[in-house]
């Protein structure tokens, strides 16, 4: 199999710094050994005004079946001459590929310790691919390499035979591709895409194949329109592996929108405390002390103080036993994350709600709770972070599930301050203790996005009382309960807040407290439940700037107005 890379240049920048980037110099042929034969890297052209490099790849059909046994297109135990005679030794697959990685190892990476600048700076380039195993024809040509910026993209069927047109053509294509891009870009777009169009790979696909298409993909594939199928198809179809490196796109796809790193959207779950609480979930005994260290929305200093009040009273009550042969029972108080979500619960059965999004839903525990009464019938679980959603999915048990109960629950990866269409139709959704954890200037495109696309009957809000702060005696004075939260809201500052999101969406809300309501500084944590009323919505687009005004119709009205 056969490809060429050209490109041209002029006296100031020759065309043979293609050399310096491929890190192969135009004057000399290379042979480079394969798993599975022979690689030859040749110029048939190199001047200033135009250089071509060509790398010629020469299979051992032998070496091909004997290595890859069973694998792929090229080891397939056919009839015994057909493991001899295919098209591998001819059509660009990810044969061809791997030879590019092994071959051009640093020119894929961008690294060109000569000529860094030109290295990052695009080139005119020239690809040229005889024979491309296309399935799906030119026009999947097209759609998978439209978008990645080339000028032209050329993609010629291959006939069966040229003596006889009638036999029709081949699903072979010769790939051209004309424009202006970073080598290091062009290259890996032919290492994930050539396997792709060929369907098919030589060897087996592991988990680290997710790390490879990722490396590859950077910088295009996020946002590439075939995303899904480029992935699959890269993955062998292997759903489990497709998955996941779809959950990771997508968080790159995010980082891009926002300007930040990957790290800090999927932040939801520190490490150090992600395996306590994974083997509490598998065996299904998770102690409160594990359940409220891994989840984010609670303050450790809360947690803390109860479970030492309730130990220390367990202590005492084992030395009494000990001392006058009596058993005593003490009960542990609640800590306030299982009060906070006594409440949410409590709130939902009262409005009736049967489908319920928990939307922020870190590691599960809403979730785990609403599975546990058979009055919510379709639960949804939103979360941006890829490690929280592995967590939940594990809190449980998806994988362990009958068909019946995993059809109630579904986890999906998303971020709160994008509308999201799979969000709409619901009679719920609750946020608990997320708000706190976005900074001030996105909380009106979480509001938009809940409150104004997604607009469930019923919304539930939960945030921390920052007066309720000083009770904490752990806690500095000043400091929030959680390293991630953004800020934390008075009693006063919560109620304005959501009274105008009440006011611009055509909900009525209502306030209630969670945990011990202290008479000077309120309670620990502050809920508030929106629920839609049928008056005028007063939609304030904060990202634009305009002002919309929406009259929410009822069914009445409707009625109403065909009578007249």
């Not at 005889?130 to 040509?141: I, N």
């Not at 891009?181 to 680290?208: E, G, I, N, S, T």
């Not at 490490?271 to 409160?288: K, Q």
């Amino acid at each position: 199999m056969f490809l060429t890379i050209s490109t041209t240049g002029t006296p100031e920048r020759p065309a043979t710094d293609l050399g310096f980037l491929l890190h192969k110099h135009p004057d000399r042929a290379q042979t480079f050994s394969t798993a599975h034969g022979t690689a030859h890297v040749l110029y048939p052209e190199a001047s200033a005004e135009r250089c071509t490099a060509a790398l010629l790849l020469e299979i051992d059909p032998v070496a091909l079946v004997r290595r890859s046994r069973g694998k792929g297109r090229g080891g397939a135990p056919d009839a015994a001459l057909a493991q001899y005679v295919n098209d591998r030794p001819y059509a660009a697959s990810s044969l061809l590929a791997v030879a590019l990685s092994t071959v051009f190892k640093s020119a894929l990476r961008g690294v060109c310790a000569a000529l860094p600048e030109r290295a990052a700076r695009p080139l005119p380039l020239r690809i040229e691919v005889p024979a491309v195993p296309a399935r799906g024809g030119a026009e999947l040509v097209g759609k998978l390499f439209g978008p990645l910026g080339w000028t032209s993209v050329e993609a010629r069927p291959v006939a069966l035979d040229e003596r006889f047109p009638q036999w029709g053509e081949s699903r072979y294509v010769q790939l051209v591709l004309d424009g202006e891009l970073r080598l290091a870009d062009a290259l890996r777009q032919l290492y994930v895409l050539l396997p792709v169009l060929d369907d098919a790979k030589h060897y087996w696909v592991a988990p680290d194949e997710v790390d490879k298409l990722l490396r590859a993909g950077e910088g295009w594939l996020a946002e590439h329109p075939e995303q899904k199928l480029i992935t699959s198809r890269y993955l062998a179809r292997r759903w489990g592996l497709t998955r996941q490196a779809m959950e990771r796109l997508e968080l790159v796809r995010l980082a891009e929108a926002d300007d930040i790193d990957v790290e800090a959207i999927d932040n939801a779950v520190e490490e150090i405390l992600t395996d306590p609480a994974l083997d509490g979930a598998e065996t299904g005994e998770a102690s409160s002390d594990a359940t409220e260290a891994t989840e984010v929305t609670d303050t450790a200093n809360a947690t803390d103080t109860a479970n030492a009040t309730a130990d220390t009273a367990a202590g005492a009550a084992g030395a009494a036993g000990a001392d006058d042969g009596r058993v005593r029972s003490f009960t542990k108080e609640p800590s306030l994350a299982d009060q906070r979500r006594e409440a949410i619960l409590t709130a939902l059965r009262a409005t009736g709600a049967g489908t319920v999004l928990d939307l922020g839903c870190g590691q599960g525990q809403l979730v785990q709770a609403l599975l546990k009464d058979a009055r919510f019938t379709r639960i949804v679980g939103v979360d941006v972070s890829v490690r929280a959603l592995a967590i939940a999915g594990r809190r449980i048990g998806l994988d362990r599930m009958s068909e019946r109960q995993a059809a109630r629950v579904t986890l999906l990866q998303g971020a709160l301050t994008y509308t999201d269409k799979r969000l709409k139709g619901y009679d719920a959704a609750v946020l608990s203790e997320v708000v706190e954890h976005l900074d001030l200037p996105r909380l009106p495109a979480l509001e938009h996005a809940v409150f104004g696309a997604a607009r469930p009957r019923t919304v539930i809000v939960t945030t921390p009382n920052v007066e309720y702060n000083v009770r904490w005696e752990t806690l500095p004075a000043g400091h929030v309960r959680h390293g991630d939260h953004r800020f934390e809201w008075t009693r006063e500052e919560f109620r304005d807040w959501a009274g105008e999101v009440a006011r611009r969406h055509g909900y009525d809300v209502a306030y209630a407290p969670i945990g011990p309501d202290d008479p000077e500084v309120g309670p620990p944590t502050q809920m508030a439940v929106f629920t839609q009323n049928d008056k005028t919505v007063v939609t304030e687009t904060v990202v634009t700037g305009t002002v919309a005004t929406r009259t929410a119709v009822t069914a009445a009205d409707e009625q109403e107005g065909k009578t007249a």
